[in-house]
């Protein structure tokens, strides 16, 4: 076994003691292959699906260890994981230009910022990164998915001349898309 992974040590027969890496450095190398080893099996999970809707990577930015999500052709988002909790999330257009120094301002699109919050608050329900990560896997059909309230693809929220596309999914329902004023006026919602 590589010396950053955990050690087990066989004390008598059948008595099994895992020994955690001894320093903080080791420890580090031993979460990121940990999620690397949660990308992998992400990855894999979404091509024997056949939906292939859904690449992680793992990159190094300043913040430290991240992971980039890019749903299809539609976004990419930028995720600090915390072992494996996600952290925070900030969503971009697959087309904005990002580098490793500007991943963190919003994103130059108000469907994305909005995207954002909703996903903030989506790790937050989920608590789980693999159950975090199907449900952005939804968003593959962001343009083309009529909203279930209005059945519309594009909306203008508050009268403001902002046509957004559905970009709200139920977190019980992964199928269900809605505008963000369908949403809140949807008989679906449960409190």
Known sequence: KQWYQRRVRV??????????????????????AYLES????????????????????VMQSSSGTMLKAIVSQVLKANII????VVDRVIIHSFNEETTNETIWPPSKFIVFNKLTEIANSASLYFGNATKFFIWLSYYQNLYSQPCRGCGK???????????????????????????????????????
Do not use: W
């Open 38 to 57: 949660f990308v992998a099996n992400m990855n894999s999970r979404f091509t024997r699906e056949g939906t292939q809707s859904l690449k992680l990577i």
């Open 81 to 84: 994981m915390q072992g494996i």
């Open 153 to 191: 693809i594009l909306c203008d929220e508050n009268n403001k001349d902002r046509f957004l596309a559905p970009i709200r999914r139920d977190f019980n329902q992964l199928d269900k898309a809605y505008h963000l004023s369908c949403f809140q006026n949807s008989d679906d919602l449960i409190l």
């Open 11 to 32: 004390r008598n027969a059948g008595d099994i003691e895992i020994v955690p890496p001894s320093n903080k450095f080791q420890s580090i190398l031993a979460s990121r």
